[in-house]
């Protein structure tokens, strides 16, 4: 251990939902896209799902929204370290997508795409099983632009760059591709738990 | 609906439907990512009154690009850490040193550290360095837009320009709330723009950064084959600066942004 001289640090926090090496950021929201903001309106809005699944489909808004809502009320993390405890999300449960296109049995993995361009790679099974949603609600109000509205991808369980922003769709396959911070040095997985932020921990 | 071609075939890799935003510049070594190493503070230098810069010397520093970032790590004696990403301010060829300038933020642990305690000789810990696409190798026609601490990593790549002798086109617009909080004031030369938001020296707008600055760099003055731009600063600033150049004609795939959070 290198301790640092004088540096004694906050007081303690016995936070049992912080995972290793995260702090609380209270009321702030972090914004940290790599990319201009887009002009998306729900109107421009549209998810695909296509990829080793048995039919490929495409929602608007409209069909997306007549899907069973579903909430996830609970906590986020970034990997530049700040958590956020007991946000509320609405939207639909991931798992409802993809009961209509039907995965192979074959896939394993998918990728994340927003209509920006911005892709980030996921595990199949970290996307299914009610754990993944579309939000579209944050707070009971619409998801706010720079926050990936009017609809993104949200994984909480692992840290917050795989929950794409303005998400555009999924590609399901069969092996793991790295999508953008992936390909810029970040975690395949990025489970917080583990502190798997950089390739190699 | 049936099967198309490129839904079936699940080897080769994924294209996106829309075309990449910011593709990464450079491959980022997952092995320096990986790697805690010490760093040893040789020097403090005053910018502002709220920023100064500290120099590190990390011998076994695998080398970085301009715009390039690390992140920084506090140990207590309790085994307590607190880790922040901060941008490298130095360029490439400062052989084994690394700069950093750091903001005082207010209750700020980390940087509230070396504001108030750090002095030469006190070892901290680094890793990187990382992300490949803030970086500007120095290839490409380069528009850098920063607010505050957010001139940081666009710092480093008008020091390479200079230490290099670069011919390709550099241009900085930085805005800061008054002359006094500019940092890196000093070092300025033809290339930068300062624009004050606060406060200004006689004959100087007051105001924040306009359409009519950025507009003429993506009209008369845009170089052959365009601007590669670089923003950086908050999410605010961000936003307000990545919009005027989307509205000034800049293509949103050319526009790389770094949000301090
Ligand atoms: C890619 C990147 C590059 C960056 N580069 C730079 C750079 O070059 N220079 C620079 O100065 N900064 C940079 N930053 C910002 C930097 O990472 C830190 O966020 C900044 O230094 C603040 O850290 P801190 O530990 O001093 O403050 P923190 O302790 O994180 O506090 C920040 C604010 O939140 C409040 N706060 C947070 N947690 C608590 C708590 N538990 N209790 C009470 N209050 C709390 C503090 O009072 C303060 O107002 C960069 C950020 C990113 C993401």
């Known amino acids: 251990m290198n301790v640092t001289r004088g540096f004694t640090g906050r007081p303690r926090v016995q936070n049992a939902g912080l995972p290793p090496g995260q702090y609380d950021a209270g009321d702030d929201w972090p914004v940290l896209s790599a990319e201009v903001t887009p002009d998306l309106t729900p109107a421009d809005w549209s998810f695909r799902i296509d990829g080793l699944v048995a039919e490929p ?40 997508f993809l009961d209509t296109v039907r995965p192979d049995a074959s896939a394993t993995h998918a990728v994340a795409y927003s209509h920006t361009g911005y892709t980030t790679n996921l595990p199949l099974a970290d996307l299914t099983g009610g754990r993944a ?49 992936e390909q810029n040095g ?16 | 609906m049936t099967r198309t071609t490129s839904d079936t075939t699940a080897t080769g890799p994924f294209v996106p ?62 085994g307590y850490t607190a880790q922040r990403h901060y941008s490298i301010a130095s360029p490439p060829d400062d052989a084994g040193h690394i700069e950093l300038t750091l903001d005082h933020v207010e209750g700020g ?12 000789g006190d070892e901290v810990e680094v890793r990187g360095p990382l992300s490949g696409f803030f970086a500007w190798p120095g290839d490409r026609p380069a528009l850098l837009i920063g607010a505050g601490s957010g001139v940081v990593p666009l710092m480093s790549m008008v020091r390479h320009h200079r230490a290099r002798g670069l011919t390709v086109p550099l241009r900085l617009l930085v805005s800061a709330r008054g002359p006094e909080d500019l940092i890196y004031a000093r070092e300025y030369g033809a290339e930068t723009t300062p624009v004050f938001t606060r406060r200004a020296p006689e004959g100087v707008p007051v105001g924040r950064l306009a359409a009519s600055q950025v507009a003429p760099l993506l009209a008369a003055e845009q170089p052959p084959g365009g601007w590669e731009a670089y923003v950086c600063g908050s999410n605010a600033f961000a936003e307000h600066a990545s919009r ?18």
Not at chain 1, 186 to 201: F, I, V
Not at chain 2, 109 to 120: D, I
């Open chain 1, 57 to 96: 489909h495409t929602w608007d808004w409209a069909e997306a929204h007549a899907l069973p809502t579903s909430a996830y009320e609970g906590d986020i993390h970034c990997v530049t370290s700040w958590s956020k405890f007991g946000v509320r999300f609405g939207g639909v449960s991931l798992d409802a």
């Open chain 1, 133 to 181: 949603w579309i939000a579209w609600e944050y707070e009971g109000r619409p998801l706010p632009a720079e926050h990936g509205g009017p609809a993104r991808l949200l994984v909480p369980h692992l840290y917050f760059w795989k929950s794409a922003k303005w998400i555009a769709g999924l590609r399901l396959l069969d092996h793991d591709e790295p999508g953008f911070w």
């Open chain 1, 186 to 201: 970040y975690h395949a997985r990025g489970n917080p738990w583990e502190e798997q932020r950089y390739s190699g921990d």
């Open chain 2, 17 to 78: 439907p829309t075309r990449f935003a910011v593709p990464g510049r450079i491959a980022v070594s997952n092995r320096a990512a990986a790697l805690w190493q010490t760093a040893t503070l040789t020097e403090v230098r005053r910018e502002t009154p709220h920023a100064s810069t500290f120099r590190f010397a990390v011998p076994g520093w695998a080398g970085h690009l301009p715009g390039q970032h690390l992140m920084l790590r506090l140990t207590a004696d309790d």
């Open chain 2, 109 to 120: 642990e980390v940087s509230g550290w070396f504001h108030t305690l750090a002095k030469p």
């Open chain 2, 244 to 261: 005027l150049l989307v509205a000034a004609g800049q293509p949103v795939d050319r526009i790389r942004i770094e949000r301090f959070g």
